[in-house]
């Protein structure tokens, strides 16, 4: 599975959209980008995850660039309760190969 | 919704004793996995089961095994535990390719 860079922390203000951008420059053509988030003291939930083409549900929007190389979550209006660490993650669906996870963003939404 | 329920969520165990962790899905899931988070350094995975009695190694199964006798339950077995296996487990559970669903975990203190 392909690598992911991610900011360490990120703060925003509560009502405003929260970015949270990851690079996986060595994303092959066969892997999904994931994201998933752990509040503190709970097992991490999974948000979103996309191919190529820009993908929205309830929770959350996933954009992907082009070239697929890097992909942005938003969070359209930041609650206290989005405050988590956010983790991306590149995988080939249909695998049934474990997830690899990295360190992830500590997002802090402020009041 | 999934639910991925773990035995405890909190164990204290002295060094040298035998320790199982259960893990118990709801869903008919294919998959299971075993993961433990340490500060710093992620989420990384011991052991996965893709069926009944089927198991494979993670990336740092040493001192540790697994069992899956039932589709539903995948045990995590310390066979002597020691101080460096104090962490946070993780359990989670999928259906083939589909995204996992984690448990809320269990932080094992080994003194």
């Known amino acids: 599975d392909a690598k992911t860079t991610q900011p360490p922390s990120m703060d925003c203000a509560e009502g405003r959209a929260a970015n949270l951008p990851c690079n996986h420059s060595t994303i092959s053509g066969n892997e999904y980008v994931y994201w998933y988030r752990q509040i503190h003291s709970q097992g991490p939930q999974y948000i979103i995850h996309?191919?190529?083409n820009n993908e929205t549900n309830e929770m959350a929007s996933l954009i992907i660039t082009e070239d697929r190389k890097s992909s942005t979550l938003i969070l359209p209006h930041a609650t206290l309760r989005d405050t988590a660490v956010y983790y991306c993650i590149v995988r080939v669906a249909g695998s049934a190969r474990q997830l690899t996870f990295g360190s992830g963003t500590q997002l802090t939404v402020l009041p | 919704d999934v639910k991925v329920t773990q035995s405890s969520r909190y164990l204290v165990k002295r060094t040298g004793e035998k320790v199982f962790l259960e893990c118990v899905q709801d869903m008919d899931h294919e998959n299971m996995f075993w993961y433990r988070q340490d500060p710093g350094l992620g989420l990384r995975l011991i052991y996965f089961?893709?069926?009944?009695?089927?198991?494979e190694k993670g990336d740092i199964p040493e001192g540790y095994s697994v069992s899956r006798e039932k589709k539903e339950r995948f045990s995590l077995i310390l066979e002597s535990a020691s101080t460096n296996q104090t962490s946070m487990y993780l359990c989670?559970?999928?259906?083939?390719?589909?995204?996992?669903?984690f448990g809320n975990g269990t932080r094992l203190t080994v003194t």
């Open positions: 089961s893709y069926d009944v009695k089927m198991k």
């Open positions: 989670a559970s999928s259906q083939g390719g589909s995204p996992l669903h």
């Open positions: 996309g191919l190529k």
